[in-house]
């Protein structure tokens, strides 16, 4: 499910709680609502708003780690990439196909991982999975014959270099793998359901009390919006930036 699905899906259940609530104020008898029921519903109301803050703390915490890390990995990527040509280049002329492989290569990836950019129309996880490039380049890497010890160094080089390259890359399809699971969001949902209904059943029926409980809600759901978005870096509307790619594409074969 995307994240604006999530959060819209979040803010209506959450704000129909609220509804819920104020309706059943009219409908509960007056001795149910004396200052002593409305503290007893107070302690458990803030049990839950804890609990909830925690779990929601939790999670937000976790998402951002693994946006941080494809982040980090995509930048980490580029800088190699560039370090790769660069290395390609002092080896020698006979390494010139490799370079243009890599370029095409990263041309090929940038078009398949960020498709709204308009360099492709395929696009997908799926199909950068099952891309060959990095492979292919290290079996034409394993064929180069060096003749003098600096060439067996940069070869050597070249070779460290793209084994990080496609564990990089394997790593970003592992991590795609995992997401929230689907019952943490219901019982997260059900808390921030059952505590506005509790908010709204002590609270005065009004318009301002309505703007309010709705803002609250609409809060809440951003923050299961970022959520969802976050765990999942490489698609949906919060992406991580391509720049690292595209500035190792400026600079390759030159």
């Not at 080089?157 to 990089?168: N, P, R, V, W």
Request: hydrophobic share 50%; with cysteine.
């Amino acid at each position: 499910m995307s994240g604006t699905i999530t959060g819209l899906a979040t803010a209506a259940c959450i704000f129909g709680g609220t509804l819920i609530g104020l309706a059943l104020r009219r409908i509960v008898p007056q001795d149910h609502l004396t200052p002593d029921s409305k503290d007893a519903v107070k302690v458990a109301a803030g049990m839950v708003s804890l609990m909830a803050a925690l779990v929601l703390g939790l999670l937000v915490g976790s998402a951002k780690d693994k946006f941080d890390a494809t982040n980090a990995a995509i930048t980490e990527g580029g800088a190699k990439t560039i370090m790769l040509d660069r290395v390609l280049a002092n080896y020698g002329p006979e390494t010139k196909e490799l370079r243009e492989q890599l370029r095409l290569g990263v041309a090929g990836m940038l078009a398949l991982l960020w498709p709204e950019e308009k360099r492709a129309t395929a696009a997908g996880l799926k199909a950068f999975e099952q891309s060959p490039g990095v492979e292919l380049l290290q079996q034409r890497l394993r064929m180069l014959k060096p003749e003098t010890d600096v060439q067996r160094m940069l070869l050597a080089q070249a070779q460290e270099l793209t084994h990080d390259l496609m564990l990089i890359r394997w790593l970003q399809i592992e991590r795609s793998q995992s997401s929230m699971p689907g019952a943490m969001q219901v019982i997260l949902l059900f808390w921030l359901t059952m505590l506005y209904m509790s908010f709204g059943l002590f609270a005065p029926h009004n318009g301002t009390v309505v703007a309010a409980m709705l803002v609250g809600a609409l809060s809440l759901a951003t923050a299961m919006f970022l959520i969802v978005e976050m765990n999942h870096p490489m698609q949906g509307a919060l992406k991580v930036s391509s720049a690292p790619f595209v500035k190792a594409l400026e600079h390759l074969g030159r």
